[in-house]
């Protein structure tokens, strides 16, 4: 078992920044892939970005250029820095992992969930 908690959502103006956190317990965290997805209201979960224990990442276009993932192995954390805020990019944030090196884009192949940060754009 993996347990993720998420922490550093809140309210923020267009065009400012924000940082998510993510912290590991439970099994190796440097065996896992950690990735964030989000959902705003009446959507479906979507892929944010990716990052494998060797550091590589991958991003949602959406994100791409403003967005960056990180990982600190030692500190079992994951952190998402998101610069240049959209109202687009109000929704809840989660923090997933799954076994593996692998950067899966689909949120079906991620084993554990956090409960997720809101984080909210304003225009």
């Known amino acids: 078992q993996v347990q993720l908690v998420e922490s550093g959502g809140g309210l923020v103006q267009a065009g400012g920044s924000l940082r998510l956190s993510c912290a590991a317990s439970g099994r190796t965290f440097s065996n896992y892939a950690m990735g964030w997805f989000r959902q705003a209201p009446g959507k479906e979960r979507a892929f944010v970005a990716a990052?494998?224990?060797?550091?590589?990442?991958y991003y949602a276009d959406s994100v791409k250029g403003r967005f960056t993932i990180s990982r600190d192995n030692a500190k079992n954390t994951v952190s998402l820095k998101m610069n240049s805020l959209k109202p687009e990019d109000t929704a809840v944030y989660y923090c997933a992992a799954r076994a593996g090196s692998y950067l899966a884009t689909g949120s079906y192949e991620y084993d554990y969930w956090g409960q997720g940060t809101q984080v909210t754009v304003s225009s």
């Open positions: 990052i494998s224990w060797s550091e590589i990442s």
